[in-house]
């Protein structure tokens, strides 16, 4: 399997939806948001070191934040993406991002029940937000935390 480092804007919209949906406090510190960023990073690290015997060393991560409220759609993507970008090593179902990943897709899926349905496709049984058109618009890993903001109607 190919793995990839997630860029600091895909840790930008982790962090901001674990805020968002509650998985973190809303009024923790930025420092202490930027660590759990840096740690959330650290841990992709190792997936893409692992995989392809590399030692590439974690840069600094800086912390960018929004007032806004991330889709929900891009919230998901951004979870799938980085699980399984991280998820290539022995360590990772024992980790503190595995687990915060799994709260909050769950999270997610909970406040917005209509996208957690279970639906019939040509290949058995998935989950109803993969087979809506946005859903393919969404990036596969984002570079900025704005491309997880709604789309203007």
């Given amino acids: ?19 968002q949906y509650g998985i973190v ?3 923790l510190d930025v420092e202490s948001l930027r660590a759990l960023g840096e740690n959330l990073w650290h841990e992709n690290f190792v997936s893409f070191n692992a995989c392809g015997g590399e030692n590439v060393e974690v840069p600094h991560y800086e912390l960018r934040t929004t007032d806004a409220t991330l889709d929900p759609l891009a919230v998901l993507s951004a979870v799938d993406c980085y699980t399984k970008q991280s998820c290539e090593h022995p360590e990772w179902f024992d980790s503190d991002a595995c687990a915060l990943m799994q709260t909050l897709h769950a999270a997610v899926r909970e406040q917005h ?27 596969w890993g984002f570079e900025e935390l704005e491309e997880a903001l709604p789309v203007p109607a």
């Fill in 25 to 27: 406090a809303p009024d």
């Fill in 1 to 19: 399997m190919s793995v990839f480092v997630v860029s600091p804007g895909h840790i930008d919209v982790l962090l901001h939806a674990l805020s």
């Fill in 113 to 139: 029940p209509e996208l957690d349905e279970k639906v019939s496709v040509s290949y058995g049984m998935t989950r109803r937000y993969r087979t809506l058109p946005a859903w393919t618009r969404i990036p």
